[in-house]
């Protein structure tokens, strides 16, 4: 592993030392690389949790332009970004928070073989997108290159996130062997958002770092509206075509 300078040394002093970090956790951050897909309402904080807690490598992909209803809860845009590109302008946001920290912008949401490749330069995917096709995609690259996965999920004022052991817990396939209905244009708040993102990024970071209890095998549920947050035991379909004994 490449060591830490001085100077990250001195960034990265606040998140080392009792009850957070060791210097051996924060030099496993450095040397990762962590995908995230999209970088949009849950994404978007991630990605910037990721870089500021010391990320070697931030891949961050997400197409389209940005648009004024995006900005209820894509804390990466602003208003001089409407009507560019996404996925540029964000990285700039986040390399400007972090000099040490290389951010890959991809202005696209990958396809199979794209995630696939993607997937073998990363140690750990957070998957943020929308669509069920889109996160059972990343569920199965991550399973089959064998790094966890981080699923976070979002509708209303509730939040859900899912950590993937590969091999060892449930995956996101277990819970939905089939997509199920899928509403495009559903309702949100960015708190929400935001708060499933950064615990995202918290469980990446756990991860990686070899600090804490990830939540494998669990789902962290949190409704927003109730003000309540619920931990749901997750059982390992045996027989799962993704990751059971005769999947991918």
Not at 71 to 80: F, I
Not at 141 to 167: R, S
Not at 168 to 189: G, H, N, T
Request: contains cysteine; negative net charge.
């Amino acid at each position: 592993m490449i060591p830490l300078t001085n100077e990250e040394k001195q960034r990265y002093a606040r998140q080392v030392g009792p009850g957070v970090l060791t210097e051996d956790g924060q030099t496993r951050l450095k040397n990762a690389t962590a995908l995230v897909t999209r970088v949009g309402g849950m994404g978007g904080p991630a990605a910037q949790m990721l870089v500021m807690a010391g990320f070697g490598r931030v891949i961050i992909a997400h197409g389209g332009l940005l648009i004024s209803p995006d900005l209820n809860r894509q804390a990466l845009g602003s208003e001089e970004g409407l009507g560019a590109p996404r996925a540029e302008q964000f990285a700039e946001r986040l390399r400007a928070i972090n000099r040490f920290v290389e951010v890959a912008p991809i202005d696209h949401e990958p396809d199979d073989e794209e995630a696939r490749q993607l997937a073998a330069e990363c140690d750990v995917i957070l998957s943020c997108p929308p669509t069920f096709e889109e996160r059972l995609r990343l569920n199965r690259v991550a399973v089959e290159a064998g790094i966890p996965l981080i699923d976070a999920a979002q509708w209303g004022m509730t939040g859900t996130l899912i950590a993937v052991d590969p091999g060892r817990s449930a995956c996101l396939e277990c819970l939905y062997p089939e997509p199920p209905p899928f509403e495009e244009l559903f309702p949100v708040v960015g708190a929400i958002s935001a708060a499933t993102g950064a615990l995202a990024a918290l469980e990446a970071i756990k991860i990686i770092s070899r600090q804490g209890k990830p939540l494998f095998g669990r789902m962290l549920m949190y409704d927003g509206h109730e003000g309540r947050s619920m931990l749901l035991e997750l059982s390992r379909n045996p027989n799962c075509p993704c990751c059971g004994a005769h999947g991918a």
